[in-house]
Antibody
Framework: QAQLQESGPGLVKPSGTLSLTCVVSGVSISSPNWWNWVRQSPGAGLEWIGEVSHIGTNNYNPSFRSRVTISLDTNQFSLKLSFVTAADTAVYYC????????????WGQGTTVTVSS | EIVMTQSPATLSVSPGERVTLSCRASQSINSNLAWYQQKPGQAPRLLIYDASTRTAGLPARFSGSGSGTEFTLTISSLQSEDFAVYYCQQYSIWRTFGQGTKVEIK
């Protein structure tokens, strides 16, 4: 049973870089899956940010492509979002989708990130 | 970007009633649609994918239908644990979510 857990700073300064990690347990991160980041804010609702495959291939939402990096590590994957503004304040979720569907079947509990000086 | 529009925004329902939630895509997405349920303080939970395929263990009272631009999530007899916000998500071109329908107790 796959489980995901986000971690990272809860406060980031404007123009800085938001960095989050998602620890994967119950399944190997090298197994055929895609590892996603999604965020949720009152203003924008749920937004898909991007994903990385088990072999390191990326797909990014064009809205974030210029400032986002999602990468793979040992039993975890990470999100870096640069040049943040108050509009990037949100709950950030990591999630998995399998190779057979684009729907995300396993989610972390979410972590709140506030962008403020 | 494909825009997903859900209606209504809020639905007031009594337990035991049949509920129908709608989701419309701004262009055809074939059957590339998922439904999620979200309760306060929790992450979204996948219910339905490929428009009509239920996830393992999902009660049979949940069903999804539609293709192209018009989709429906039906709950045949609403239970107390079903009061939540429901989101649709397309994955035909990138991924976008609807704004959600809140199902609340009448």
């Amino acid at each position: 049973q796959a489980q995901l857990q986000e971690s990272g700073p809860g406060l980031v300064k404007p123009s800085g870089t938001l960095s989050l990690t998602c620890v994967v347990s119950g399944v190997s991160i090298s197994s055929p899956n895609w590892w996603n980041w999604v965020r949720q804010s009152p203003g924008a609702g749920l937004e898909w940010i991007g994903e990385v495959s088990h072999i390191g291939t990326n797909n990014y939402n064009p809205s974030f492509r210029s400032r986002v990096t999602i990468s793979l590590d040992t039993n975890q994957f990470s999100l870096k979002l640069s040049f943040v503004t108050a509009a990037d304040t949100a709950v950030y979720y990591c999630a998995r989708r399998t190779m057979s569907t684009y729907a995300m079947d396993v989610w972390g509990q979410g972590t709140t990130v506030t962008v403020s000086s | 970007e494909i825009v997903m529009t859900q209606s209504p925004a809020t639905l007031s329902v009594s337990p035991g009633e049949r509920v129908t939630l709608s989701c419309r895509a701004s262009q055809s997405i074939n059957s590339n649609l998922a439904w999620y349920q979200q309760k306060p303080g929790q992450a979204p939970r996948l219910l339905i994918y490929d428009a009509s395929t239920r996830t393992a263990g999902l009660p049979a009272r949940f069903s999804g239908s539609g293709s192209g631009t018009e989709f429906t999530l039906t709950i045949s007899s609403l239970q107390s644990e079903d009061f939540a916000v429901y989101y649709c998500q397309q994955y035909s071109i990138w991924r976008t979510f609807g704004q959600g329908t809140k199902v609340e107790i009448k």
